[in-house]
């Protein structure tokens, strides 16, 4: 019996047949976040290259991520998605071999720049095919009816493993060496390789499959969505701390923690409205805090003012990747929900891609503030977007939607 027409389960039950398998997207990210915070540090004291080679060298990983969306997603639709994600811890693992060969040859700094670069490049391989792969597999445990349960506990495990790797990362170099940054990698892609390797495949769903560019039109406006509501996040990961320094405020690191916090607790706590409500109305909703938490950032007369619009944004924005996903995917057939669920991806990485470079302008232009009025107006805009597919679905509901 599939999971689809399974006996219903208790939403204990059904959570803890997700996480163990979205347990590897966060030993992924894990691999991801523990250099992170390192390795800009690395390449420009100790390399002595400059901060733009620096910055380049870590952003590398984000390219490698979006090139290979596609190959993830018919990976995780034809080979299965337990396969899928081991070959993506593999290629995590694989980017760890080669970060310990580039802090050895340190005194190569062209061949140690060279082979960051490259575990760069395949780590984001390797984040591409865990991600997608991991989240295929959960939606396979305890079907399609959970898709937003799925994708919401990925995206915690995600956020987690990231809040978590990052001071870990550093701590590591700081008390042993750079060298135990790429052993520890090596040791958790290892360690969810082996633990893979004991949980049960899901049957590969076989049928009708999409072109992969059939799927991305067909998902595109959602896909649009998420990346107009990926620019608040954006904007705060890269400046909310040089906005706090500009008006000489305090505890910039606070604000990133309260949103992390409000964001891991929307999902926890309203990952279930998106099954209640449909992922249309949810996702209104949520654009609409965004918008309000990013508009007080721009007017914030006072710190404690900036942290509470922190908080909203990290509200509003925690559920707009599962509601427009659920969405998204239902408009495939079973068959290609890895290509939908990979190709919708694309769009958080092309915003946060985007929004790094085109926000810097409006700052430099205009002012720190302004990048939150930036994202604001984006939000505001995904509000009318998702308005407008929620009306088209009501007057012609999931026509081209799978079953």
Known sequence: MSADTATPRSEFATTLQII??????????????????????????????SAIIAGAAISVQYLATLASRALAGRSADTLGPKRTVAIGLIGCGTSGVMLLLAVLCAHWPALSLSLLVLSRLVLGF????????????????????????VISWNGIA??????????LGVAIAHLVGYTALGIVVIALAALGYYLARHIAAVPIVHGERMSYRSVFMRVLPHGIGLALGSAGFGSIATFITLFYAARHWPNAALSLTVFGTLFIGA?????NTIKTYG?????????SFECVGLLMLWLAPEPHFALAGAALTGFGFALVFPALGVEAVGLVPPA????????????????????????????GAFGYGSVFLFAATASAAAVALSTMLYLRNARVPNAPAAT
């Open 158 to 167: 995600t956020y987690g493993a990231l809040a978590i790797g990052a001071p």
């Open 126 to 149: 390797g984040e591409s095919l865990c991600g997608t792969g991991a989240i295929l597999w959960g939606i396979g445990r305890v079907g399609v009816s959970h898709n937003a349960r």
């Open 267 to 271: 999902r926890l706590l309203f990952a």
């Open 20 to 49: 163990p398998v979205v347990f590897f997207t966060f030993i992924c990210y894990l691999t991801i976040g523990i250099p992170l915070a390192v390795l800009p540090g690395y390449v420009h004291d100790d390399l002595g290259f």
């Open 336 to 363: 290609s929900r890895g290509a939908a669920l990979s190709a919708y991806s694309v769009f958080l990485d092309l915003s946060l891609g985007i929004t790094g470079p085109l926000a810097g302008y409006i700052a």
């Open 279 to 287: 992922g249309f109305r949810v996702a209104i909703v949520s654009f």
